[in-house]
């Protein structure tokens, strides 16, 4: 679990000054990243209690030490098929603003940390729903690592809230 | 910052109960009452205002609170007789002044022209209309801040005071000798008496010295000798002389005298002292004894409490399951003690509930104001009777009461009442419209009503915009009720033109929305000719309630046990499916409604015939049989909320954890009826509410 | 440290003065209004009150007025605190033997140097 995806020189983190952490994590054989102080901490998969009348990739809600969370599928937020989750799956719950999400993944890879030069933009022919919810991408020796925009795929929209 | 922060917030609080307090005291007035303590609470209240507005530099409310005092104490003291006019300006001073209170607190404008009116009229009683003493106040602030300013000190120079004591210098507390050591701080460096006079050290009571010299070597400014002496100066002759003084210092204009009871400045001493009454009328005594026995606590504090008992609750229910698979040999004692232990948590769990718990009276108490505000933009004569102001109802649900209600009165004074008196007359009616505001219980739930006397929801017209918005698609096929129930359609606004008041997007939608949120649920008559009522019910609390649970497939849902009529076990020879294809239960020769709750909630799994008929009843569709697979049991749950994390499920007004951990999730019955039936063609398009 | 007899009908105006004095070091007695003061006063024998003027029950003249005759109250120093400036208040206030009238808003450095002063 702990096979190190991503290497970045020092000489690259040197070059730009600002780094930050993130923690990557697996669906499929993509890449994803989100910044580590979104992340609370990580579950092992347990059932979830199903929601009427909601979009597949929301897969329920949890107990989390007694606050109701909901979970998401990652893989099927981005039009894959719904996750099988088993034993080894992982719920990653992240702060979004005032809200608390599970998302749930295949695995959890790492923590990398990454200069801020070396985040490179989506390209302009990426879907919709990608330039939206990826805010950037990272380039390492055999993986490319997609960072999360958390609040474009799971924030509330406004009017529910309301 | 932060203390003032909290001091504020406190002080705005206070103004609520005060004005509150204000409003009783001025209603009672204007009815007549003559009772001496009545004027004193109403002129306490006003007064309480002014202090607070001052100690924190509420300009504009300083400003009205104390022409609106000078006029209560012209009331308090007989200056001025109280008729019906003087009564009606009161109250709308009162008005104001929440309104200020609220402008304070939320910025925001209050209403400009309507301050400025009142104000003029306020003046025009206080006669002569002096400019308000407010500006005064904040003058001689202001001016204090120049002395200090202009009198940066100039190294050490000295500075001599004399200091002749009047008789009762001692007597009111001051100490020479710690007058002595308080102004060595100040750099005193002697004492000299003068006269015949022993020294301050071995000063006798009976003997007031003639004066003292005080000798300083000091830094301090001149102006900060004047707030020294200032204390002593309403006993005792006090002469500050500085050498070395700057030339600026020479024409500044001595300190006000104003912090002091100076006799030479009394020169109305024949005005009348106020009778401040000893003997305060029984009822407001015992009123005000009641009132300082409360505790006030910050509501984050109970709310922590009100977490932890429901934390313990659920591990209670968790420890109550574990004992019972373990416990196969039913040892009795351990069961008659968690028998008692649930006992217990529930007790504490209502005490801890009923801290919460306060009558609506303090959203109610707002909303006379409201009508009479919108009686004068509208032009409308309107009375508002309010009733059931002391049903007692969680905080939490207290608080987003104030919204919902002020669109409701808004709607009703708007849309509901005729447009002028001489409508209402033609109408038979009498020509001042009737609104009425009510609060009761009803079981576990309070019931609220909005009601006016108007000419109720004119249904051609909401048809016409309801065809015209595409709302609905066959006119013919849609029930009288449905048709009213359009306005709480999203963005519906029976208004011609969209007026001031109501305006856009805070139609009757935005009120069902937020009265759903709360866990309840609203519904209307509308009597064409003669009015409309809007009755809301909702929750006591929205933290725990008594729950069914039942089972579809895997999955456990809690059914409030308020809805819960019975529940019966499935006869499939009571079963019957109409031509229109929907299906219904015999039950005891009439025919219920059937919904399925897997069909209505598209939970899958293998769909095993339901076993259980749990008949709840709504009060817009009557007894209705829901049917789930199978019924476990009855629990008291604690309520969690969805939108914490989340957002609104249709059909589904929380969640709370259960015994095992696992969360199930808690029904809204109206609302699941409302998806489930409205969903077949009915002329409308889609669901309304 | 002294002991402080705070008394004001005003939950806010009587925390605000209290945390003043407190956090000084001084110990505060609270009251809500004349009639509490009184009985406080006989408890507590305070080394000086500071006292609102417009209050339910007993207002702060009355009060002081009546502490004055209380063995506690005697050559004690008290001082009204409040917004009312009439001036045939304050000659009432001389009168009955008030040590000193502040008016509100009050300056909390002025309040402890006053404290310094006068107990």
């Known amino acids: 679990m702990t096979e190190n995806l991503v290497e970045i020189s020092d000489d690259a983190i040197e070059a730009t000054g600002k780094t930050k952490q993130y923690v990557t994590f697996l669906v499929g054989d993509r890449v994803y990243a989100v910044d580590i102080v979104m992340v609370r901490e990580i579950k092992q998969w347990s059932a979830t209690t199903g929601l009427p009348n909601q979009p597949s990739y929301t897969r329920g809600v949890l107990n989390l030490r007694g606050t109701i969370v909901p979970v998401h599928d990652l893989r099927a937020r981005f039009g894959g098929p719904l996750t099988e989750p088993g034993e080894t799956h992982v719920v990653v719950i992240v702060n979004i603003g005032e809200q608390t999400v599970g998302v749930l993944v295949d695995a959890v890879s790492d923590i990398v940390t990454v200069a801020a030069g070396e985040i490179r933009p989506v390209p302009a022919t990426a879907s919709e729903l990608d330039s939206s919810a990826i805010s950037g991408l990272v380039n390492t020796n055999d993986h490319m690592v997609a960072l999360i925009n958390l609040p474009a795929l799971f924030a509330v929209p406004a009017e529910a809230t309301a | ?689 | ?119």
Request: glycine share 8%; charged share 25%; hydrophobic share 40%.
């Open chain 2, 1 to 689: 910052m932060d203390d003032d922060e909290d001091y504020q917030a406190l002080f705005f609080a206070e103004c609520v109960e005060l004005l509150g307090d204000l409003q009783e005291q001025l209603d009672k007035l204007a009815a007549g009452d003559s009772d001496p303590e009545t004027v004193n609470a109403a002129f306490r209240a006003v007064h309480s205002v002014k202090g607070g507005a001052a100690a924190f530099g509420f300009e504009g409310l300083i400003g009205f609170a104390h022409i609106f005092e000078t006029v209560m104490d012209k009331v308090r003291n007989g200056a001025r007789e109280t008729d019906g006019e003087l009564s009606a300006l009161l109250i709308r001073a009162g008005d104001v002044l929440m309104a200020l209170v609220e402008q304070a607190r939320d910025g925001g404008e209050a209403d400009a022209a309507m301050v400025e009116r009142v104000t003029a009229e306020l003046h025009q009683v206080a006669e002569g209309g002096s400019p308000p003493e407010a500006a005064e106040i904040t003058a001689r602030a202001e001016n204090s801040d120049d002395l200090e300013g202009t009198n940066e000190p100039t190294g050490e120079r000295g500075v001599t005071v004399t200091l002749t004591p009047h008789l009762g210098f001692l007597r009111v507390g001051h100490e020479p000798l710690r007058l002595v050591r308080a102004a060595k701080a100040l750099g005193l460096v002697g004492v000299e008496a003068l006269g015949e006079v022993p020294l301050p050290q071995a000063i006798d009571l009976g003997n007031s010295p003639l004066s003292w010299k005080l000798q300083f070597e000091s830094a301090a400014s001149i102006a900060e000798f004047y707030s020294f002496f200032e204390i002593y100066e309403a006993f005792a002759d006090v002469k500050i002389e500085a050498e070395a003084m700057l030339e600026a210092e020479e024409d500044e204009p001595q300190p006000s005298a104003e912090p002091r009871p100076d006799p030479s400045d009394a020169n109305d001493q024949t005005a009348p002292v106020a009778p401040i009454s000893a003997q305060a009328s029984f009822g407001s005594d015992t009123a005000r004894a009641k009132i300082a026995k409360t505790l006030r606590v910050e509501l984050s504090r109970i709310d922590r409490l009100v977490n932890l008992v429901g934390e313990v609750v659920i591990t209670q229910a968790v420890l109550a399951q574990r004992l019972s698979e373990i416990d196969a040999n039913g040892h009795l004692e351990l069961d008659h003690a968690v028998e008692s232990m649930s006992r217990q948590t529930r007790e504490l769990q209502e005490s801890v509930m009923a801290i919460r718990a306060q009558p609506v009276k303090s959203v109610f108490s707002r909303m006379p104001r409201v009508v009479r505000d919108l009686a004068d933009k509208l032009g409308k004569e309107a009375r508002l009777i309010v009733s059931g102001e002391q049903t007692e109802v969680d905080t939490t649900v207290i608080e987003e009461l104030a919204e919902p209600l002020t669109h409701m009165l808004r709607n009703s004074m708007d849309h509901g009442l005729e447009e002028t008196s001489a409508d209402r007359e033609a109408a038979g009616k009498r020509p001042v419209g009737t609104l009425r505001l009510s609060a009761e219980h009803r079981g576990e739930r309070v019931l609220i009503t909005v009601e006016d006397d108007g000419r109720g929801i004119d249904r051609e017209r909401v048809l016409q915009k309801a065809v015209d918005n595409g709302l609905v698609e066959d006119p013919e096929a849609i029930a009288p009720e449905e048709i009213d129930n359009l306005i709480f359609h999203p963005g519906f606004s029976t208004a011609e033109s969209v007026s001031a008041v109501s305006g856009r997007g805070v139609g009757m939608d935005v009120v069902k929305k937020k009265i759903q949120m709360l866990g309840g649920r609203c519904t209307l008559r509308n009597t064409p000719g003669q009015g409309t009522r809007f009755v809301i019910t909702l929750p006591l609390t929205l933290a725990v309630l008594d729950g069914m649970i039942v089972s579809v497939g895997d999955e456990r849902f809690i059914l409030p046990l308020s809805s819960v009529v019975e529940a019966i076990r499935i006869d499939p020879e009571t079963l019957a499916i109409l031509p229109n294809g929907s299906r219904v239960m015999r039950l005891r020769g009439d025919y219920l409604p059937l919904i399925s709750l897997r069909e209505a909630l598209q939970l899958d799994g293998n769909a095993r015939p339901e076993e259980m008929a749990m008949v709840v009843d709504d009060e817009a569709q009557g007894p209705v049989a829901i049917i789930v697979d199978e019924l476990i049991g009855q629990r008291q749950v604690v309520l969690k909320s969805l939108e914490a994390n989340f957002r609104r499920v249709e059909g589904i007004s929380g969640a709370t954890i259960l015994g095992d951990g696992r969360v199930a999730l808690i029904l809204d019955v109206s609302s699941l009826l409302e998806m489930s039936t409205s969903a077949p063609s009915q002329g409308l398009l889609e669901a309304v509410g």
């Open chain 3, 1 to 119: 440290m002294k002991r402080i007899l705070a008394v004001d009908d005003s939950a806010s105006m009587l925390n605000m003065l209290s945390d003043c004095l407190r956090g000084a070091g001084h110990e505060v007695v609270e009251a809500s209004d004349g009639r509490e003061a009184l009985e406080r006063l006989r408890e507590t024998q305070p080394d000086m009150v500071i006292t609102d003027l417009t209050m339910p029950n007993m207002d702060g003249l009355d009060f002081i007025d009546a502490a004055r005759s209380e063995e506690a109250g005697r050559r004690l120093p008290m001082l009204l605190l409040t917004t009312e400036t009439a001036d045939h208040m304050k000659q009432r206030a001389r009168e009955i033997g008030a040590t000193g009238w502040l008016t509100k808003p009050f300056d909390p450095d002025q309040v402890l140097r006053l404290v310094d002063q006068l107990a």
